[in-house]
């Protein structure tokens, strides 16, 4: 519950933070309320440090700070007070009530309370709606963790759905407009279509998000969780939970049409449907868009040999199509982190590429139903298409489909073939060979888009950059990002690895001011000392982080913490975290080549050589161990010194995390261990390594966990210490129920990520099975029964 109250402070700072980022250049102007500008202002000055004076020196800020003055004294909201800007402003933005697209997704959101998707239920915004949902079921009030993330869903939709109606209808309006001046000089027609686009889309948001908790910003991480559907995962279980088997099964079909490489939510999918509450044909995807109905009603009709059907299916269906990539793409036009203070042109440019890059996306990312992709998702249409025209003697039709087909597909044998069977009718005439304006269009598009990021990559670099700007390993990076480029400048970074952009490059000025502070003038970025250098305190300090003052600060700066952390709300569940950093590669090795080279087959567990799973060799080597090998001079003390350095890292770690004194928490036994895939034996994809078990206690059967013999009940926390990751398999698995069916995390081991957890019954937990390799860790119990202190240890004082 404490770490509860940690999220909502990081909330806080994420928000805050948010907020300021928005005070640059154009977005400041959304802002209305003048007081919120001079907020604004002050925020951006200790973060960016930016002097006050770049609130006023915002020109059209400036300009709004005046008009505010001049109404001010009649009324606090003096832009609300302009009734030519209210009646602008309903005729701009998107009207509630006449939602040109419905979003589908809003309409099969199970929350559909009222008919009406644009005013869902909504006395929270959207983050406070997801705390609430992931509080529930954390307290698991399954009822009220179900309503409030169909409301958080509900909420984000309306967000997105606000959003990217201003960003058109804007868009359109302000090219409709004669300019002020009829002759283009110096593209000043496009700075005027961007000041009224602008101005437009102020106005829109203002009204759209009236009366709203939720404003036209959210915290760039909520947004994130929002669109890899985090709530959805939660959902499901909550619906699990409170009984409601078909909905629970369309939330996690909802994940896997986004995602189909999840496994988890296959594996639960399919539990989901051996159950016989459940109907596959009544699975729903409810994040579907509009087109994927009307197209697969298009293609029935077209195979059932009903053409007139199938022509107004797919024409709608392509219709539908290109209006969502109009959305995707306008859904691009976000704000963006500049994360220093480039000039106007390169600024401007900058959030360009960023926004073109991820417009360029939509294509591909729409050319798919319910997960399932099709490269030729769009020409497709134009080949049933025009089989249909023909079909219904409308030779023009079919011939202007045929030669957009091939415009897509220029080398399409049997649509040249079908081109030369059109000619040879006599009705046939050549003008009819037209391909259509929308695909001509979309395609010249296309192709310049795709030039100008190809001129990106390959002009924008900078081989001058010094070698010691770039930090020499993986060691300071988070999980699963790529570290800043070889070779590169801010610029060219932005301009680089995907979305990331320039965020890499003051994130990691902002690691290396951090890491040079702790350490003093040590330049390598490492994050960890020496493996022989006990005494330092630099794992402590950094544990601390979630406290601690400098992360508060870098989070400011860069907003992304120094290395990656997974509290309760990640993971599914109570009292556990998962934690980066916590060993450096080296170190890794050393011990998993000591673990390797003198593990003891079937250690800890009277010799049984495959106690966990028969299918692997399981090896293991307590601490004493390795301080006895130590005295007979088998290994170096180096290495127990290792171990034990290791072994206190995650002491500490746990102790951090559940706020325990370091004095009231013992070692109860330290075990380093390997798990080894046999060649031949261990490919049977479903086979766990370590079936699902609590630590402290057993289950005789199901339901009860009891807490006596054989069970090692007074552990009271767990850690494993994870030493490498060249394996296949192996991933450790929090689970809700003892079969192993509702996962609800998966962690996959490397060097250095830890995962901490209570030892009782609320964390089930698991091994999937080893399939390659061998996986090492080095497994901690801790207990706060001082008497059952880990004998083996005191072999370690000497
Ligand atoms: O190795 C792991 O990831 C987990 C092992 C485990 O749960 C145990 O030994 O109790
Ligand atoms: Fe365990």
């Known amino acids: 519950e404490e770490h509860a109250v940690d999220d909502a402070q990081d909330a806080a700072v994420e928000e805050h933070v948010g907020s300021h980022q928005d005070a640059t250049a154009v977005d400041a102007l959304d802002d209305v309320d003048p007081a919120n500008d001079a907020d604004n202002a002050v925020d951006a000055n200790d973060v960016d440090s930016l002097g006050e004076e770049d609130a006023d020196d915002n020109p059209i800020g400036a300009q709004q700070a005046a008009d505010a003055q001049d109404q001010d004294a009649a009324d606090d909201n003096p832009q609300a007070a302009a009734a030519e800007d209210a009646q602008d402003a309903a005729d701009t933005s998107p009207a509630p009530d006449t939602a040109t697209t419905p979003s589908p997704a809003a309409l099969s959101t199970p929350a559909s309370v009222s008919s009406e998707p644009r005013e869902p239920a909504s006395n929270r915004s959207v983050a406070a709606w997801f705390r609430v949902g992931v509080e529930a079921y954390l307290s698991e009030d399954w009822k009220t963790c179900a309503t409030a993330l169909e409301n958080a869903i509900l909420e984000w939709q309306y967000f997105l759905r606000a959003n990217i109606d201003c960003r058109l209808k804007c868009g359109q309006e302000a090219r409709r407009q004669p300019p002020l001046f009829d002759k283009d000089i110096e593209h000043l027609q496009h700075a005027e279509e961007l000041l009224r686009t602008t101005l437009c889309i102020m106005k829109c948001k203002r009204r759209a998000f009236h009366g709203r908790v939720t404003t036209d910003t959210i915290a760039a991480s909520d947004q994130k969780a929002f669109r890899d559907l985090k709530a959805y995962e939660y959902l499901q279980l909550c619906y699990y939970q409170s009984l409601q088997f078909q909905k629970a099964a369309s939330a996690v079909f909802t994940i896997i049409s986004h995602d189909p490489s999840n496994d988890i939510m296959r594996q639960?999918?399919?539990?989901?449907?051996?159950?016989?509450?459940?109907?596959?044909?009544?699975?729903?995807?409810?994040?579907?868009?509009?087109?994927?109905?009307?197209?697969?009603?298009?293609?029935?009709?077209?195979?059932?040999?009903?053409?007139?059907?199938?022509?107004?299916?797919?024409?709608?269906?392509?219709?539908?199509?290109?209006?969502?990539?109009?959305?995707?793409?306008?859904?691009?036009?976000?704000?963006?982190?500049?994360?220093?203070?480039?000039?106007?042109?390169?600024?401007?440019?900058n959030h360009y590429v960023y926004c073109l890059k991820c417009k360029t996306k939509c294509h591909s990312k729409l050319s798919q139903m319910n997960g399932e992709r099709y490269d030729d998702f769009l020409p497709l249409h134009y080949n049933y298409l025009q089989f249909s025209y023909f079909k219904l003697g409308r030779l023009k039709d079919a011939c202007e489909a045929a030669a957009t087909y091939l415009m897509f597909l220029p080398a399409d044998e049997m649509m040249l073939e079908n081109i030369a069977y059109y000619k040879a009718l006599p009705k046939f005439k050549t003008s009819m060979l037209q391909p259509r304006t929308e695909a001509v269009d979309y395609i010249h598009r296309q192709t310049y888009e795709d030039a100008l990021l190809k001129f990106v990559a390959d002009e924008f670099i900078f081989p001058d950059l010094e070698e010691k700007d770039i930090p020499p390993s993986n060691e300071i990076r988070e999980i699963g990002k790529k570290p800043p480029r070889k070779q590169t400048d801010p610029l060219h970074s932005a301009f680089s690895e995907q979305n990331i952009s320039l965020e890499n490059i003051s994130e990691y000025k902002a690691q290396q001011n951090l890491l040079q502070e702790v350490k003093g003038n040590n330049t390598k970025p490492n994050i960890y000392p020496a493996a022989s250098d006990m005494t330092s305190n630099l794992d402590e300090y950094l544990l601390s982080q979630v406290k601690s003052q400098e992360l508060e600060r870098l989070k400011k700066s860069s907003r992304r913490p120094l290395f990656n952390f997974q509290r309760e709300s990640d993971l599914g569940g109570k009292k556990r975290f998962v934690v980066d950093g916590l060993a450096n590669e080296l170190e890794c090795k050393q011990l998993v080549q000591f673990a390797k080279v003198n593990g003891v087959r079937g250690d800890g567990y009277d010799g049984n050589k495959?106690?966990?799973?028969?299918?692997?060799?399981?090896?293991?080597?307590?601490?004493?161990?390795?301080?006895?090998?130590?005295?007979?001079?088998?290994?170096?003390?180096?290495?127990?010194?290792?171990?034990?350095?290791?072994?206190?890292?995650?002491?500490?770690?746990?102790?951090?995390?559940?706020?325990?004194?370091?004095?009231?928490?013992?070692?109860s036994f330290t075990h380093l261990v390997c798990r080894s895939s046999v060649p031949g034996k261990s490919v049977n994809g479903s086979a766990l390594s370590h079936k699902i078990h609590a630590d402290n206690c057993w289950f005789p059967k199901e339901g009860r966990c009891v807490k006596t013999y054989p069970a090692y009940y007074w552990r009271d926390y767990s850690a494993l210490l994870y030493l490498n990751d060249d394996f296949d398999g192996g991933e450790f698995i929090f689970s809700a129920d003892p079969l192993g069916k509702l996962i609800q995390s998966s962690i996959k081991p490397n060097c250095g990520r830890l995962v901490g957890f209570s030892a009782g019954h609320e964390n089930l937990h698991g091994v999937q099975g080893v399939k390659r390799g061998t996986r090492c860790a080095l497994a901690l119990w801790f207990t706060q029964d001082s008497t059952r202190s880990e004998w083996g240890r005191i072999l370690t004082n000497r």
Not at 633 to 654: A, P, V, W
Request: charged share 20%.
């Open 268 to 349: 639960n999918l399919q539990y989901y449907l051996s159950m016989p509450e459940v109907d596959a044909n009544k699975l729903e995807n409810y994040e579907s868009e509009p087109y994927v109905p009307l197209y697969l009603a298009g293609t029935d009709a077209y195979f059932s040999e009903n053409y007139e059907s199938a022509v107004s299916n797919l024409e709608e269906s392509l219709h539908e199509f290109l209006n969502a990539v109009d959305r995707c793409r306008a859904d691009c036009e976000g704000p963006f982190d500049q994360g220093w203070l480039p000039d106007f042109t390169p600024s401007i440019t």
């Open 610 to 667: 495959t106690p966990h799973s028969p299918l692997e060799i399981f090896e293991g080597i307590t601490l004493g161990q390795a301080a006895l090998m130590v005295n007979f001079g088998l290994i170096e003390l180096s290495t127990l010194k290792l171990f034990l350095s290791l072994s206190e890292r995650g002491k500490n770690s746990i102790a951090t995390y559940f706020n325990i004194s370091n004095s009231d928490l013992h070692f």
